[in-house]
């Protein structure tokens, strides 16, 4: 959470707009991940800038200490040094926090000894208070002391005390929160609820429904809190009780079980989830400033999936190996069908950077294996008799995945539909989206519900590509000459193309079974289409960096391959670029 954070802490105190900042971060000291950005920030804006106000609270940890560089131009209050303030503060919590025990509020005077107990055990600790008082919201008036009497006066005997309730639960209570606490334990950040309900195995007729895991959550004692339907631990030392004093009860098998399960939830959460244009945008052109996640939001139960699936799998494989990542393997499946999808999602989110590093952290990951595994067998006699690379399939694609993501940043990132649309048409040359026909490629075409696409070929080829991936479905042969048009039917149940060899052919979309085959032309076919009820043909024309059709941008188009003028006929339209090259594009309604 620190680092984007960060990112939005500085957009903040760069506004020239804003005349007046005022800043406060809690327990600052509990930030993990570049927690020195922070700091750095803290500091310079907090001496050059007097429009910003920061106030900030932390643990005296020498590294903080010495990064904010206190001088006059800063106000430094030391707790320990107010005790009888932070004392009083404490007693007036108590105070509020006792009135407020439905289950002892007629009863002033039990009120006056639970306070006095309260105040003599807390010791001057507000968390230990906080905590005890929340144990003690159930509780009957009539054992009211008693349970207050067993609370031991130290946070760590409190937090084995809270832990020991939890497993004393009936049934398969213990064990649900042992995996509700184990999963956000080892998260990198809050979870949502759905996303927790998943990620930690929960079963289904629990995960699937935010009250029951609300109800799972408020099992695990007072360790966590839920705000905005997110959960997170009441106080980094709960967190560092669990994980330290804890550990064994939690992790009863280890850590690996558990980060594994979190990795493998995740792709299969974002295989079941994902999916084109999962927002329901439609326009391929819609800059990302205008998208409106819907209520409820598809992404919801996916998000923290889409952002460390990669991170788990490489916690998971620093010391276990699995057959997950091999060619045909779970990561290989994942890539293959869903990776297109994922670089939509990632844009919806607003984190297509972190899914270029998340790729170029797995391609590194594997390269650095690639040479562990090289040095081994160095001198062995072994390696001048097999094909060292085991799983070539998975790192080529995993290498052109990578191209293809920061090829197509820049666009993907301001119209997420784009990845569907220039991001295909533009892919890096040689990549494995475009490989598979022998010839200029002439005709291409969306299915109707935007999962296939057909091509047509120089090579005589017409061929059915799944539209998510790139891969190739089908292979239609037939024609004995160049393929110049293809087209969906409306139903995208069958295919159309045409060919100078002066056919036209009807093909089976699913199957790619040739139908018939349509003769009479004396010269060759240009174009193909099907009927569209009757409505008028698309208006095709180059505007800027977009083509578009209609009134709808359709297509974008990388700086060098902008026009410098075109021409349009029917469904075809023809533009030059500034290196003197022709490019034609025929849109099909299909």
């Given at each position: 959470m620190c680092g984007r954070s960060t990112t939005t802490l500085a957009s903040i105190v760069q506004d020239p707009s804003l005349k007046s900042i005022y800043l406060i971060i809690d327990a600052l000291d509990e930030c993990k991940a570049n927690l020195d950005q922070l700091l750095d920030l803290i500091s310079q804006t907090a001496s050059t800038s007097t429009r910003v106000k920061w106030i900030v609270s932390s643990r005296n940890e020498p590294n903080i200490e010495a990064r904010l560089r206190f001088d006059h131009t800063q106000t430094r209050l030391s707790l320990e040094l107010n005790e009888a303030h932070v004392s009083r503060a404490i007693e007036i919590f108590i105070d509020f926090k006792v009135s407020k025990l439905r289950l002892i509020e007629d009863d002033g005077e039990l009120q006056e000894t639970v306070r006095g107990q309260i105040y003599a055990k807390a010791n001057g600790t507000s968390l230990w208070a906080a905590l005890v008082l929340k144990e003690l919201?159930?509780?009957?008036?009539?054992?009211?002391?008693?349970?207050?009497?067993?609370?031991?006066?130290?946070?760590?005997?409190?937090?084995?005390?809270?832990?020991?309730?939890?497993?004393?639960?009936?049934?398969?209570?213990?064990?649900?929160?042992?995996?509700?606490?184990?999963?956000?334990?080892?998260?990198?950040?809050?979870?949502?609820?759905?996303?927790?309900?998943?990620?930690?195995?929960?079963?289904?007729?629990?995960?699937?429904?935010?009250?029951?895991?609300?109800?799972?959550?408020?099992?695990?004692?007072?360790?966590?809190?839920?705000?905005?339907?997110?959960?997170?631990?009441?106080?980094?030392?709960?967190?560092?009780?669990?994980?330290?004093?804890?550990?064994?009860?939690?992790?009863?098998?280890?850590?690996?079980?558990?980060?594994?399960?979190?990795?493998?939830?995740?792709?299969?959460?974002?295989?079941?989830?994902?999916?084109?244009?999962?927002?329901?945008?439609?326009?391929?052109?819609?800059?990302?400033?205008?998208?409106?996640?819907?209520?409820?939001?598809?992404?919801?139960?996916?998000?923290?999936?889409?952002?460390?699936?990669?991170?788990?799998?490489?916690?998971?494989?620093?010391?276990?190996?699995?057959?997950?990542?091999?060619?045909?393997?779970?990561?290989?499946?994942?890539?293959?069908?869903?990776?297109?999808?994922?670089?939509?999602?990632?844009?919806?989110?607003?984190?297509?950077?972190?899914?270029?590093?998340?790729?170029?952290?797995?391609?590194?990951?594997?390269?650095?294996?690639?040479?562990?595994?090289?040095?081994?067998?160095?001198?062995?006699?072994?390696?001048?008799?097999?094909?060292?690379?085991?799983?070539?399939?998975?790192?080529?694609?995993?290498?052109?995945?990578?191209?293809?993501?920061?090829?197509?940043?820049?666009?993907?990132?301001?119209?997420?539909?784009?990845?569907?649309?220039?991001?295909?048409?533009?892919?890096?040359?040689?990549?494995?989206?475009?490989?598979?026909?022998?010839?200029?490629?002439?005709?291409?075409?969306?299915?109707?519900?935007?999962?296939?696409?057909?091509?047509?070929?120089?090579?005589?080829?017409?061929?059915?590509?799944?539209?998510?991936?790139?891969?190739?479905?089908?292979?239609?042969?037939?024609?004995?000459?160049?393929?110049?048009?293809v087209a969906f039917s409306p139903d995208g149940k069958q295919v159309v193309s045409g060919s100078d060899d002066k056919t036209v052919r009807l093909w089976d979309a699913a199957t790619g079974a040739l139908q018939q085959t349509l003769e009479g032309h004396t010269d060759d076919v240009a174009s193909v289409a099907f009927s569209t009820n009757g409505k008028q043909v698309p208006t095709l024309y180059v505007s800027g960096e977009w083509l578009v059709e209609g009134t709808t941008k359709y297509l974008w188009l990388p700086t060098n391959y902008r026009p410098t003028c075109e021409a349009v006929w029917s469904k075809i339209i023809v533009w030059d670029m500034r290196q003197g090259d022709y490019h034609f594009f025929r849109f099909n309604n299909g």
């Amino acid at each position: 959470m620190c680092g984007r954070s960060t990112t939005t802490l500085a957009s903040i105190v760069q506004d020239p707009s804003l005349k007046s900042i005022y800043l406060i971060i809690d327990a600052l000291d509990e930030c993990k991940a570049n927690l020195d950005q922070l700091l750095d920030l803290i500091s310079q804006t907090a001496s050059t800038s007097t429009r910003v106000k920061w106030i900030v609270s932390s643990r005296n940890e020498p590294n903080i200490e010495a990064r904010l560089r206190f001088d006059h131009t800063q106000t430094r209050l030391s707790l320990e040094l107010n005790e009888a303030h932070v004392s009083r503060a404490i007693e007036i919590f108590i105070d509020f926090k006792v009135s407020k025990l439905r289950l002892i509020e007629d009863d002033g005077e039990l009120q006056e000894t639970v306070r006095g107990q309260i105040y003599a055990k807390a010791n001057g600790t507000s968390l230990w208070a906080a905590l005890v008082l929340k144990e003690l919201e159930p509780v009957e008036s009539w054992v009211i002391l008693d349970v207050l009497q067993d609370m031991p006066p130290e946070l760590e005997p409190l937090y084995d005390r809270m832990l020991r309730q939890v497993e004393q639960l009936q049934r398969k209570d213990p064990e649900f929160c042992r995996l509700v606490l184990s999963t956000i334990t080892l998260a990198y950040r809050p979870l949502h609820l759905l996303e927790l309900g998943v990620l930690s195995n929960l079963p289904r007729q629990i995960s699937s429904n935010l009250d029951k895991v609300v109800k799972v959550v408020n099992k695990c004692g007072s360790f966590l809190t839920i705000r905005r339907n997110r959960a997170f631990f009441i106080h980094q030392s709960a967190k560092d009780f669990l994980l330290e004093r804890a550990f064994n009860r939690l992790f009863p098998s280890g850590k690996a079980d558990v980060i594994y399960t979190m990795f493998s939830k995740s792709l299969e959460i974002m295989s079941k989830t994902l999916r084109r244009d999962i927002y329901e945008l439609q326009d391929p052109g819609l800059p990302i400033e205008m998208v409106e996640p819907p209520v409820p939001d598809p992404l919801a139960v996916a998000q923290y999936s889409c952002l460390y699936w990669v991170d788990h799998l490489l916690d998971y494989h620093r010391r276990h190996t699995t057959k997950d990542v091999i060619d045909g393997g779970y990561v290989h499946r994942f890539l293959r069908t869903s990776f297109v999808f994922w670089l939509e999602a990632l844009s919806l989110l607003k984190s297509l950077p972190n899914g270029v590093v998340i790729i170029m952290k797995l391609e590194n990951w594997i390269k650095v294996s690639y040479v562990a595994d090289l040095r081994m067998l160095v001198g062995s006699a072994v390696l001048s008799k097999m094909k060292f690379d085991k799983n070539p399939e998975l790192h080529a694609f995993i290498h052109d995945a990578r191209r293809f993501a920061v090829s197509n940043r820049s666009i993907v990132e301001r119209a997420p539909l784009q990845v569907y649309c220039s991001a295909l048409v533009f892919a890096p040359e040689n990549s494995i989206t475009l490989e598979g026909h022998t010839d200029w490629v002439m005709s291409v075409a969306f299915s109707p519900d935007g999962k296939q696409v057909v091509s047509g070929s120089n090579d005589e080829t017409v061929r059915l590509w799944d539209a998510a991936t790139g891969a190739l479905q089908q292979t239609l042969r037939g024609h004995t000459d160049d393929v110049a048009s293809v087209a969906f039917s409306p139903d995208g149940k069958q295919v159309v193309s045409g060919s100078d060899d002066k056919t036209v052919r009807l093909w089976d979309a699913a199957t790619g079974a040739l139908q018939q085959t349509l003769e009479g032309h004396t010269d060759d076919v240009a174009s193909v289409a099907f009927s569209t009820n009757g409505k008028q043909v698309p208006t095709l024309y180059v505007s800027g960096e977009w083509l578009v059709e209609g009134t709808t941008k359709y297509l974008w188009l990388p700086t060098n391959y902008r026009p410098t003028c075109e021409a349009v006929w029917s469904k075809i339209i023809v533009w030059d670029m500034r290196q003197g090259d022709y490019h034609f594009f025929r849109f099909n309604n299909g």
